[in-house]
């Protein structure tokens, strides 16, 4: 089951895309015009978005990377021309797959039903009532607030736990030091943004096999850092 919002202009495109998901069970809205679904995916909760990338008002580019800067649910990029593939990937738009026109709607169900499965399990398994966070072999139990390594659990001082968690709740986005050091700190803590550093460091050395090669924790040059999905 999902929420599920279409951006797509073309009606009667976006309608066949709607039954064949309704068919599937998903809860379907729809937009046909790139500003009003911008508006829509920002203000609801929606699972996953079909974009469409000619939009008028605002291209599926930028409604994409919009979405992007707050939200980390699937996004599937619909586009009529194959040259757009490219210029998806080489944007980097944090696209999470990508479809070309024609295509027949069971693929797109298909699709959809993966990247939903995916996400859902990647981003929070419930075991018992606690909420856990599941990453390759790191295991963090946000309720508990206990963080596993291979099943071996490390000792994560308040600060460090709530850095870690901070970012792993919100993959693939990067954020910059001080707007980690304003999520976690109080403004008045000491050492400012190098705190922020120190942490990241600490963190490192507990959840890393090899700390000069994160593949939790990455480090974005000049820009700050971003947790890898
Ligand atoms: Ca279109």
Known sequence: MGKILIIEDEEAIAELQKDYLELSGYEVNIEGDGVKGLGNALENEYDLI??????????????????????EIPVIMVSAKKEDIDKIRGLGLGADDYITKPFSPSELVARVNAH???????ISNSIGNNEVIEIRGLKIDKTARRVYVDGNEKIFTTKEFDLLTFLASNPNHVYTKEELFRNIWDMETIGGIATVTVHI????????VDTAKPQYIETIWGVGYRFKL
């Open 50 to 71: 079909i974009l469409d990338i000619m939009l008028p008002n605002m291209d599926g580019f930028t409604v994409c990377k919009e979405i992007r800067r707050v939200k």
């Open 116 to 122: 939903l499965t995916r996400y859902q399990r990647l």
């Open 201 to 208: 460091k600490k963190i490192r050395e507990k959840i890393e």
